[in-house]
């Protein structure tokens, strides 16, 4: 048999359903859900107005653009450990550079340097 429930615990209930933050987030979870349906249908109509015929397929690169690319990588790994040692250098003398230390960085600065403009 179900239980009786008492009007002034039904009521309690409500009020602190009401006081706690739950009416807050069902009030923002529905305007969340307002706000993807509108997106989805605006999609949806910009979809309708593409010609699918108008857009083709994208080639992959070219032979020309693969060698310019491997060109380009070679150059960045032939220069990053030149770059490396020097700010790895830096960093190790920061605060307290002798003029061993001026002399050293100018090495690696212009090592670097040529690794850079080859």
Same mark, same amino acid.
């Given at each position: 048999?179900?239980?009786?429930?008492?009007?002034?615990?039904?009521? &309690?209930?409500?009020?602190?359903?009401q006081?706690s933050s739950?009416?807050?987030?069902?009030?923002e979870i529905?305007?969340?859900?307002d706000?993807?349906?509108?997106?989805?249908?605006?999609l949806?109509?910009?979809?309708?107005?593409?010609?699918?015929?108008?857009?083709?397929?994208?080639e992959?690169?070219?032979?020309?653009?693969?060698a310019?690319?491997?060109?380009?990588? &070679?150059?960045?790994?032939?220069?990053?450990?030149a770059r490396?040692?020097?700010?790895d250098?830096?960093?190790k003398?920061?605060?307290?550079?002798?003029?061993?230390?001026?002399?050293?960085l100018?090495?690696?600065?212009?090592?670097?340097?040529?690794? &850079?403009?080859?």
């Open positions: 048999m179900p239980r009786a429930i008492q009007v002034e615990q039904a009521q &309690a209930a409500v009020r602190q359903i006081d739950i009416p807050v987030l069902t009030n529905s305007a969340d859900l706000r993807a349906q509108r997106l989805i249908s605006n949806r109509t910009w979809m309708g107005t593409l010609d699918r015929k108008a857009y083709v397929k994208i992959p690169w070219s032979t020309e653009i693969f310019a690319y491997n060109a380009y990588k &070679a150059d960045v790994d032939a220069v990053t450990p490396k040692k020097f700010k250098y830096k960093k003398v920061h605060k307290k550079e002798t003029v061993e230390d001026c002399v050293r100018a090495q690696l600065a212009i090592e670097w340097g040529r690794k &850079a403009v080859r």
